[in-house]
């Protein structure tokens, strides 16, 4: 029996249609531009990538599909555009359809089409997108978080549970490296967090709270447009 695959992990089989190449990054990448669409290169491709900071209505229009990775949306055009909403929870993990998502995103990328993802400060989730696709697109790359680095922003991927949730996507442990850097954010982080003022009469008031993140479930936007479409035959059918 071969090797069991572990959930979330992608194989270079799953992609018969896509090229795989290497694809060399610039040296000393980017040192932080405003993210307003920046384009990026992932394999034979580009993907554009922004943060609701800095983007306004302009920056939106000529795209086939915008992805939102946080639930604070920017400033929308006076024109039709497409939003797929994927919220990620800050400095959080994947959903379990992670993988599964990614193959939507890369497979709309092979048909040419125009995408730009975006968080808020096109950092963390936006670098985690960002160095997922470049795991599966990319398996001659050996970091993808360093990669992702070099060719968006030296700020991208912020937390550990990021860092895993990229590399298992190869079935791999995240480097010791990485674990060392964000062990450190993380503690700098919380001290952060601890030192703001805090609401005593509304805990959930204010800058932080000491209540458990909501959990995040995702859909995959297909499956959503058919659940959708399945709810509203099913209410003319009672009209009926």
Same mark, same amino acid.
């Given at each position: *029996? +071969?090797?069991?695959?572990?959930?979330?992990?992608?194989?270079?089989?799953?992609?018969?249609?896509?090229?795989?190449?290497?694809?060399?990054?610039? /040296?000393?990448?980017?040192?932080?531009?405003?993210?307003? +669409?920046?384009?990026?290169? @992932?394999?034979?491709?580009?993907?554009?990538?922004?943060?609701?900071?800095?983007?306004?209505?302009?920056?939106?229009?000529?795209?086939?599909?915008?992805? #939102?990775?946080?639930?604070?949306?920017?400033?929308?055009?006076?024109? &039709?555009?497409?939003?797929?909403?994927?919220?990620?929870?800050?400095?959080?993990?994947?959903?379990?359809?992670?993988?599964?998502?990614?193959?939507?995103? #890369?497979?709309?990328?092979?048909?040419?089409?125009?995408? *730009? #993802?975006?968080?808020?400060?096109?950092?963390?989730?936006?670098?985690?997108?960002?160095?997922?696709?470049? $795991?599966? *697109?990319?398996?001659?790359?050996?970091?993808?978080?360093?990669? #992702?680095?070099?060719?968006?922003?030296?700020? $991208? @991927? /912020?937390?550990?549970?990021? $860092?895993? $949730?990229?590399?298992?996507?190869?079935?791999?442990?995240? &480097?010791?490296?990485?674990?060392?850097?964000? +062990?450190?954010?993380?503690?700098?982080?919380?001290?952060?967090?601890?030192?703001?003022?805090?609401?005593?009469?509304?805990?959930?008031?204010?800058?932080?709270?000491?209540?458990?993140?909501? /959990?995040?479930?995702?859909?995959? &936007?297909?499956?959503?447009?058919?659940?959708?479409?399945?709810?509203?035959?099913?209410?003319?059918?009672?009209?009926?």
């Amino acid at each position: *029996m +071969g090797k069991k695959r572990k959930k979330n992990e992608l194989k270079k089989d799953d992609f018969p249609d896509i090229e795989y190449v290497e694809v060399e990054s610039p /040296e000393g990448g980017l040192d932080h531009p405003e993210h307003r +669409g920046n384009p990026v290169k @992932v394999g034979n491709f580009t993907i554009f990538l922004g943060g609701t900071r800095y983007l306004i209505e302009e920056d939106l229009v000529g795209y086939d599909l915008l992805i #939102a990775l946080t639930d604070n949306l920017p400033p929308l055009p006076r024109v &039709p555009v497409t939003i797929w909403n994927y919220g990620l929870e800050d400095y959080g993990g994947v959903p379990e359809d992670w993988c599964d998502f990614l193959k939507v995103v #890369a497979k709309k990328l092979t048909r040419g089409k125009k995408i *730009m #993802a975006f968080c808020v400060g096109s950092h963390g989730r936006t670098g985690t997108f960002l160095a997922s696709l470049i $795991a599966l *697109m990319e398996p001659g790359t050996e970091d993808p978080i360093a990669t #992702a680095r070099e060719r968006h922003c030296g700020k $991208a @991927v /912020e937390s550990l549970e990021q $860092a895993e $949730a990229i590399f298992a996507l190869r079935g791999q442990e995240v &480097p010791e490296k990485y674990k060392k850097e964000f +062990g450190v954010f993380g503690e700098k982080l919380e001290k952060f967090y601890d030192a703001q003022p805090k609401n005593e009469d509304n805990p959930d008031d204010g800058f932080w709270s000491d209540k458990d993140p909501k /959990e995040t479930k995702s859909v995959l &936007p297909n499956k959503k447009l058919k659940d959708d479409k399945k709810k509203g035959n099913e209410k003319r059918g009672r009209k009926r």
